[in-house]
């Protein structure tokens, strides 16, 4: 089991207070990568060294972690969050 990036907890499903809602670590480096440019899928997995299939898996995972529906959204949420800056 991994922990959150941001406060150590369990990534099991519990949302606390958190601002990155116990978001794994690969988690919240693929978020930090949907923020940074707007970069396709397939130049994220690229960065990453994941394959493309892998960051449309975490995207949703993240998604739904945050209560979000689309990048744009995601985006949003990490700067009012101060995730991303």
């Known amino acids: 089991m991994e922990s959150c990036v941001n406060c150590g907890e369990s990534t099991s499903p519990h ?10 670590r690969r988690e919240a480096a693929l978020l930090h990568e949907l923020c940074a440019d ?4 397939k130049i994220i997995a690229y960065r990453m060294d994941l394959a493309e299939n892998s960051i ?3 995207t949703n995972r993240i998604f739904q972690k945050v209560g979000v529906g689309n990048r744009a ?7 009012r969050n101060g995730v991303a800056r």
């Open 38 to 41: 707007g970069a396709p899928n």
């Open 56 to 58: 449309k898996v975490l």
């Open 73 to 79: 959204e995601l985006v949003v949420w990490a700067f």
């Open 15 to 24: 949302f606390g207070g958190c601002p990155m809602t116990h978001l794994s």
